[in-house]
């Protein structure tokens, strides 16, 4: 295994309040990997995303079913305009929009979705509502997106019982689960509590592709595989993921690759029409030398690596 490297990447649009994106590349017998828990989560929650990566390093990607993976386009919680232009740009068929932000009302929300309709008529349309809102706010918060035509609704509220509670009311529009599986400690609840129609799979904070295929088979709906904003080296897993499904019937969330200013590869995983091709990522190092971070924060992750790694256990 190389030496990890620590990278720190502008974001050309902001988002979850983040202005960078900071995390490890390092490389092992199979290529390259990427380590990028969010600065803020715990040692514990980071030590499945170093599980996720060593899979990588060690023994690579699943064996591919397809070779082109369809996307959506991912759409910040911005003014109304500046949406549709994001969604119009990103040139994907499918629209993924934030909803309920902190600093958002509904008629915020409403607006920004409104204006990306209008702008794609024919697109599907998604939104992240990140557990923003409590049961009754997201009961009225649907009611009024609905119209706007919505193929489903990812995490309107924080908990499984409100999932289940809202699916339950028929509202018209699909529900999918994402922080309920990804950072549940039983992501089986989901299932028994019939609370998504769609399940969100990230490969980093799941512990790696080969265990979101298991849990993929085991939950028994369908999957959309989603990036954790990445460089390619580490969307790659994302998109490995989505290519080994036996059944990909959405677009999946990995448009993210053009929210980061740079990145690590003369080949960076933007998609073309919407799809991106299933293939490995050459790391440039020239690029990877431009990428890296400064004493801070390379101190703040080689502490990180070396506390997570002893989590995790020996390098076999
Ligand atoms: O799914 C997408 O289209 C983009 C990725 C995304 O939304 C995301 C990225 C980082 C952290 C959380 C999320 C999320 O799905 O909530
Ligand atoms: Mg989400």
Redesign the pocket.
């Known amino acids: 295994m190389s030496e990890p490297v620590v990278f720190d990447i502008e974001m050309r649009v902001p988002?979850?309040g983040i202005a960078r994106r900071t995390g490890v590349l390092f490389e092992g017998p199979a290529g390259w990997a990427e380590w990028s828990p969010f600065p803020e989560y715990g040692d514990l929650e980071a030590a499945d995303w170093l599980r996720a990566a060593r899979e990588v390093a060690k023994i690579g990607h699943p064996a591919p079913a397809r070779d082109l993976v369809e996307v959506?386009g991912?759409v910040p919680a911005l003014e109304p305009a500046a949406a549709a232009r994001r969604a119009v740009e990103s040139g994907c068929r499918t629209i993924?929009i934030?909803v309920a932000g902190l600093d958002q009302s509904l008629d915020d929300d409403v607006a920004r979705v409104g204006a990306v309709r209008a702008a794609l008529p024919e697109a599907r349309l998604r939104v992240?509502a990140?557990g923003g809102w409590s049961r009754q706010q997201a009961r009225v918060a649907i009611g009024e997106l609905a119209p706007l035509g919505l193929e489903y609704v990812?995490?309107p509220s924080p908990d499984v019982e409100d999932l289940a509670w809202l699916r339950g009311l028929d509202l018209g529009v699909a529900i999918a689960a994402?922080?309920s599986i990804r950072r549940a400690d039983d992501p089986m609840r989901v299932k028994a509590a019939g609370a998504a129609d769609v399940a969100?799979l990230k490969v980093q904070p799941l512990g790696g592709a080969r265990r979101c295929l298991r849990l993929a088979e085991e939950l028994g709906m369908p999957v959309v595989v989603?990036?954790?904003?990445e460089t390619s080296v580490g969307l790659a897993a994302g998109v490995a993921l989505a290519a080994a499904l036996p059944d990909l019937p959405f677009a999946c969330?990995?448009?993210?690759r053009r929210l980061l200013a740079t990145d690590v590869t003369a080949n960076p995983l933007n998609p073309v029409d919407g799809v991106l091709r299933v293939g490995a990522v050459t790391v440039d190092p020239d690029l990877l030398a431009a990428c890296r971070a400064d004493g801070e924060v390379t101190r703040f992750w080689l502490e990180r690596w070396d506390r997570v790694s002893r989590i995790v256990g020996a390098d076999r």
């Not at 989603?226 to 904003?229: I, K, L, T």
């Not at 969330?253 to 993210?256: S, Y």
């Open positions: 988002f979850r959506n991912i993924k934030k992240d990140n990812e995490q994402d922080e969100i989603s990036s954790a904003v969330g990995l448009e993210t």
